[in-house]
């Protein structure tokens, strides 16, 4: 059989990636590019492989939100397709990524650490793949460490380019290939090269690349990438770009593709998903693209993540009122309950607005859950900002919220303030403002005592095996007796007992 010149090929469906010419130049245009990239590393896998008597293996660690776990999926996916297999056991892969998160200076400080070990199982087997992205690359002064300090890395991309995968991993591995035919002489061993190609920022959005699901029958779905809020304290603007959406036929096309596949619930993401449509040709905002996911049938279940306050429109409640699919759970980023500190925040909206805009949400939907995030010791919080925030938290009553403590980004306004909040006084409110959050937290969870609800199942129990654990449209975590059959199947459940923020049921057949 002829093989297949990917230059002269538009419709990419059903191509058989054993069957493409790497002899040829590559092509120009996305994805068909990665695609021929794809096999051409596939070629050193192979042969390492038949070398070493085994599949080569990969392990990716992922820090960070959904946007990251969904792009890990994607670089599973590419890789998948090059010929590696996933494996659970970091120490032994062969093949090691890290994506990085740096919304906070800790996320950032467990990639150091995490690197040392890197470093230890690479002079145990040189042979070793060490590649590091996300977010934290797209930071000038991390690639410069990273240059310095850490030359074992092979390959360093940034948010920009996770598409590109296949082609980066093409060069680290031509090295490889030169080094196999050295056959072990020292001679004529390539010197090791560090490939390092990070983009500042990016208007392409390539489709229809590979995508390895951690889930069968649940799946995130990017609608929007970047973020244009610059709220003070974030570096997200700065590292995953400007806002730009997908287009609704892409997002409604792989969603159906999902469902066809066996997913039953997605999870639309995007930094600020109330603001998608912007820009695009035939002009769409959040409700309406919520209205058109609705339609697809065998899709059951839709969430969606992050909501900014500022821009949740009436017309967004209404279409969440009155929809069959739609999850009873929506997370809402205070951050502070002080208008005075969200006004420096950037966040552009006040305590008064955040209320009425809750208390509007919970009448329109009151069985709704509403969880949150805040920031605590932003610089110039006093203690009576402080008491707002947790004034807001008693009037909200929020099922549940992630508390933060404010941490100082490089490059971000808040970072030049002057009067940033000594490290004690912040962890006492940490400390309070948590003990509220929980308090409330507990007796809010468990409303839907002794109520049948439906229930996905997503996995056996870690604990105790003859358990399944699942979540209600709400969120809230079920724990019930029964099997792995179960699992990505919707199933009603009597709640028989709230634990706090989770709940023990039984089927309810
Ligand atoms: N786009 C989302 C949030 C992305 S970051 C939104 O606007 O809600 C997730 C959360 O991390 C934020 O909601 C905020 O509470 C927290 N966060 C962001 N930057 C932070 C910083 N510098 N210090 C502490 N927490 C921060
Ligand atoms: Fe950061 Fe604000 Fe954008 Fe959220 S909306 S990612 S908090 S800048
Ligand atoms: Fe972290 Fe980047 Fe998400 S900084 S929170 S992984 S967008």
Same mark, same amino acid.
């Given at each position: 059989m002829d093989l297949i010149d990917l230059r002269n090929v538009s419709d990419l469906t059903g191509i058989d990636i054993n069957m493409v010419d790497t002899n040829t130049l590559a092509p120009e245009m996305e994805p068909n590019r990665q695609l021929y990239f794809m096999a051409k590393s596939r070629e050193y896998v192979k042969r390492k492989s038949e070398e070493l008597g085994r599949n080569l293996t990969v392990h990716i660690t992922t820090f960070g939100c959904q946007m990251n776990a969904k792009d890990s999926e994607k670089l599973l996916g590419i890789l998948e397709k090059i010929g590696y297999e996933e494996t659970d056991d970091e120490k032994a892969a062969d093949f090691l990524i890290m994506n990085t998160c740096t919304v906070r200076e800790n996320a950032n400080q467990k990639v150091y650490g995490h690197l040392g070990m890197y470093q230890s199982r690479k002079k145990k087997a040189p042979h070793r793949m060490i590649a590091i992205c996300g977010c934290m690359m797209q930071e000038p002064e991390v690639i410069e460490k990273l240059k310095k300090s850490y030359r074992f890395v092979d390959l360093i991309f940034g948010t920009h380019n996770i598409f590109k995968l296949a082609e980066l991993v093409s060069l680290c591995l031509e090295e490889r290939l030169e080094e196999l035919e050295a056959q072990g002489r020292e001679d004529k061993k390539p010197k090791h090269k560090m490939v390092v190609d990070v983009w500042k920022d990016t208007d392409q959005i390539v489709e229809d690349l590979p995508v390895e699901r951690k889930y069968s029958f649940k799946s995130g779905v990017n609608i929007m990438f970047g973020c244009n809020n610059f709220c003070s304290y974030c570096i997200v603007p700065y590292v995953r770009g400007r806002e730009r959406s997908r287009r609704p036929g892409e997002i409604i096309g792989e969603i159906k593709n999902l469902v066809e596949d066996g997913v039953v619930e997605v999870m639309l993401l995007g930094q600020?998903?109330? !603001?998608? +449509?912007? +820009? /695009?040709?035939?002009p769409l905002n959040f409700a309406e693209l919520l209205e058109e996911v609705e339609k697809i049938e065998g899709l059951e279940r839709i969430r969606f993540m992050t909501s900014h306050p500022k821009d949740l429109s009436d017309e967004l409640i209404e279409v969440m009122a009155k929809s069959k699919k739609i999850c009873r759970h929506l997370h809402l980023p205070l951050q502070s309950g002080s208008s005075r500190i969200l006004k420096a925040m950037n966040r552009r909206y006040t305590k008064e607005q955040y209320l009425a805009l809750a208390e509007k949400i919970k009448t329109a939907i009151p069985d709704i859950s509403l969880t949150t995030d805040i920031i605590v010791g932003f610089p110039g919080e006093t203690e009576e900002d402080f008491q707002e925030t947790l004034d807001v938290v008693r009037k909200v009553r929020f099922d549940s919220a992630f508390t933060f403590i404010y941490s100082k980004r490089t490059g971000t306004p808040a970072a030049a303030m002057e009067n940033q909040v000594p490290e004690d006084v912040v962890k006492n409110r940490f400390d309070r403002l948590l003990k509220e959050v929980q308090d409330i937290s507990a007796e809010v969870c468990g409303r839907d005592v002794h109520t049948v609800q439906t229930v996905l199942v997503e996995e056996v129990n870690d604990h105790s095996p003859e358990l399944v654990t699942g979540r209600m449209s709400n969120n809230t975590i079920v724990h019930f007796p029964g099997d792995? !059959? /179960?699992?990505g199947k919707l199933v009603d459940v009597y709640l028989e007992e709230s634990k706090g923020f989770y709940y023990m049921g039984r089927l309810n057949q």
């Open positions: 600020n998903v109330n !603001s998608y +449509g912007k +820009g /695009l040709d035939e792995a !059959s /179960l699992i």
